[in-house]
């Protein structure tokens, strides 16, 4: 089940949409006719959210986005829509680049990003290896695939500094879940004890070095670094729109997000991708960043597009297979190919 602000924020924006006013709708017993797949359990958590107050300036903010997009040009243009469909948690199985939360009278697709940096979430090899191709998941754990060593003299010096009153394998990748959790739990603090953090910058360095070396050699071509750029930004066969809030930057508070993202027909009728480079970086856990320069052939004019993946266990230290998680360190509203909403 999605969290609460993740339904407060997809559902605010899709009652936004609506001409009735959000404290009218939500005053009501149950969902009004025109939003779809939205449960009567779901809308009483809903309506006693609201209730609540604590949230109230997730549920403003949601739905003037969904206002602004039943006005835009680009959206509705002041029609009110007749069936506004939310995603919820169901999560389509297969090759799906576009991350829509919601679909608006079958022809809107709208994500709703609510102060997230956050492009994708996956697997190491799928993004690595796989360009984030397909939906296959593999039983490889990154760590141990990538830095096999460092991983095993992280884990043996864990083990050296730990009082627990179970008896742990010899070696890292034969520890149960059970195991996994409970050495997690000897190490509660964010920061590790002096003895481990040596090993565990090794470790760091061997993954993103092997995580770059892979990237790369998995795009050979001019055309597989171009389609991989397309699936790091959610670039997809059709238009979609983005609204949302965008995290605060440096001294800047956070801002409404609202975009219109480019169909591949549009963007490569108007962009050109010179470069796609990836780097290793360590950090306080294994980094590789990206970094793209693309062409506007509009305006002539060479724009780059930073980001970065980390690579992190999800659950904890030792617990389950890491996680690659896609950051876009680029404000959003200066990336070619999403356009502001108009």
Not at 224 to 247: E, K, N
Request: hydrophobic share 40%; charged share 20%.
């Amino acid at each position: 089940m999605p969290g609460a602000l993740t339904e407060i924020t997809e559902l605010a924006t899709a009652l936004g949409t609506l001409p009735t006013g959000l404290e009218d709708l939500l005053n009501q017993p149950a969902p009004p006719a025109e939003l779809a797949n939205v449960d009567a359990a779901t809308w009483q958590r809903l309506v006693g959210l609201w209730r609540e107050g604590r949230h109230r300036g997730d549920f403003l903010a949601g739905a003037g986005n969904g206002a602004a997009f039943a006005l835009a040009l680009d959206g509705l243009r002041g029609r009110p829509p007749r069936r506004v469909e939310w995603k919820g948690p169901q999560r389509t199985p297969g090759d799906d680049t576009v991350p829509a939360d919601l679909r608006i009278d079958h022809v809107y697709l709208v994500s709703c990003k609510y102060l997230s940096r956050v492009l994708s979430n996956s697997g190491p090899p799928r993004l690595f290896e796989q360009l984030m191709s397909g939906d296959g998941r593999s039983g490889v754990h990154w760590f141990a695939d990538c830095a096999g060593d460092e991983f095993q003299a992280f884990y043996a010096t864990a083990v050296e500094h730990t009082d627990l009153p179970i008896t742990l394998p010899a070696a890292v990748v034969d520890l149960d879940r059970d195991q996994q959790r409970s050495l997690k739990a000897a190490f509660p603090d964010r920061a590790l004890p002096p003895p481990l953090t040596a090993p565990w910058a090794a470790l760091c360095q061997q993954v993103a070095e092997e995580s770059a070396r892979r990237w790369n050699a998995a795009m050979p071509t001019a055309r597989h670094r171009l389609r991989m750029l397309w699936r790091l930004l959610r670039i997809a066969s059709v238009t979609y729109f983005v609204l949302g809030t965008q995290p605060a930057r440096g001294n800047l508070p956070p801002a409404t997000l609202r975009l219109r993202v480019d169909a591949a027909w549009d963007w490569s009728q108007r962009f050109d991708l010179r470069h796609l480079e990836v780097a290793a970086r360590t950090a306080g856990q294994p980094e590789v960043t990206w970094q793209a320069t693309i062409l506007d052939r509009l305006t002539a004019q060479e724009h780059l597009v930073d980001g970065h993946v980390e690579i992190r266990w999800s659950h904890g230290r030792f617990v389950g297979s890491p996680e690659a998680k896609v950051y876009l360190d680029t404000p959003h509203t200066a990336v070619p190919g999403y356009h502001s909403l108009h």
